[in-house]
């Protein structure tokens, strides 16, 4: 079994910084990928990011248009952990931010795994 618990989430103003961090235990050898997810109140839950974890050569991350160049998505597997780093944020970027473990995907459907999810509101 994988366990994922988010952290980082908080209240700031637009343009400032986060990082959500997304610890994993467990089997954290049978992840495939780590990915970002967001949802707003009364929104879908939409994809922001992901990386590869099984494949070691590279993470190949991939954005979502709406936050590629802001946000940066990283691993340490020394700490079995996967960061979002949020820059420039704005208020449209107040979501639940949830970090999930399953196929590597831009479908939430194809991630089996989720995290508790952590608050980020973002005040302008």
């Known amino acids: 079994q994988v366990q994922l618990v988010e952290s980082g989430g908080g209240l700031v103003q637009t343009g400032d910084s986060l990082r959500l961090s997304c610890a994993a235990s467990g089997r954290t050898f049978s992840i495939a990928a780590i990915g970002w997810f967001r949802q707003a109140p009364g929104k879908e839950r939409e994809f922001v990011a992901v990386i590869s974890w099984s494949d070691r050569s590279g993470g190949y991350p991939y954005y979502a248009d709406a936050v590629k160049g802001r946000f940066t998505i990283s691993r340490d597997y020394a700490k079995n952990t996967v960061y979002l780093q949020m820059n420039s944020l704005k208020s449209e970027d107040t979501a639940v931010y949830y970090c999930?473990?399953?196929?590597?995907?831009?479908?939430?459907?194809?991630?089996?795994?989720w995290g508790q999810g952590t608050q980020v509101t973002v005040s302008s």
């Open positions: 999930a473990a399953g196929q590597r995907s831009v479908r939430a459907n194809d991630y089996n795994l």
